[in-house]
């Protein structure tokens, strides 16, 4: 149960510092240009930081044979989710200028602020590990196919072209450093592992505070958004991780591997996805919604997750 509580805390604090932001942005502490500045800032700097200090304040890492044989189960659960995002966005009609926002929704999730400490929580601190490698390929992913689905969007409905160029950023180049340095069995460096990690602790209440800044301009009636926005949040939490375990569970035979595996796809939407719609014009409302309601919802999703698996 003390497990569950931290999880639960997790949560509350999400919910305050985004509250602290929706507070901000009514008392006209925060505003739009504040927040696209803050997000560039994040993006450039705290977030690249967290990446590294990932594997630089690892304390173990596994033999290369394991990590590439979980980065290759990481990337195809990631088709997986790309393909349902695609299904899911047709299925509910959603809208041109609406749909990258809901491929984004359904495909990333908050694999570490709140993925890390539920995992540890279900399957204790060496599975840790497997989140890191899992996060690495998250990383990679988001900043590339992520914010192409964000940039397909904007509130005009205009596809925005995106080039090469566009997708070489800060974070990119953190993650392949990153992934230089797993593979060369660099981790646990001291002073500079703990002075990156220090600023990239930043990067989650910057984001909550940009997500509640952004909450502020919707009406309140509106927060949860609408039916479909809805009908996605619950595919996302509940519906995704079951079909992911029921994918895998034929080739994976490693339980730890396959519960990470679906604990990651269970969680609610990335929180760097709202300071990606601001950097690449993205649906900054929609976003924003989609990242409150899952969060909200896995309030319940998420133990109840966590005491299946726990049961198997």
Partial sequence: ?????????????????????YVAKKLHLMDEDFDKKLSKLILSTALPAMILA?????????????????MLVSCLSYVVLIAVGFVVTAALRIPHGRRGV????????????LGFPVINTIFGSQALILATIFNLTFNCLVFTVGVWFLAQDNEYGVKVRMNARAFLSPCIIACLAALVLTF?????????????????????????????SSLANVPVGQLVGGPRLMAAALFR???????????????????????VLAVISAMPVATNGTMLSYQYGG???TIAQGTFITTVCSLVTIPLLATLLMGM
């Fill in 1 to 21: 149960m003390a497990g569950f509580a931290d999880i639960f805390l997790q949560m509350v604090i999400l919910f305050t510092v985004g509250a602290t932001g």
């Fill in 54 to 70: 990932s594997v630089l304040t690892a304390e173990y890492l596994p033999p290369a044979a394991d990590i590439l044989w979980a």
């Fill in 102 to 113: 809901y491929r984004f929704i359904l495909v990333f999730g908050n694999t570490g602020f």
């Fill in 184 to 212: 060369a069995g660099v981790h646990n460096v001291p002073v500079v592992g703990d002075a990156l990690d220090a600023l990239g602790s930043f990067t989650t209440p910057a984001a909550m505070l940009i997500i509640g």
């Fill in 237 to 259: 939490l509940l519906l995704t991780p079951a079909l992911i375990w029921f994918v895998f569970h034929f080739f994976v035979t490693d339980p730890v591997l396959l519960g």
């Fill in 283 to 285: 649906d900054i409302k």
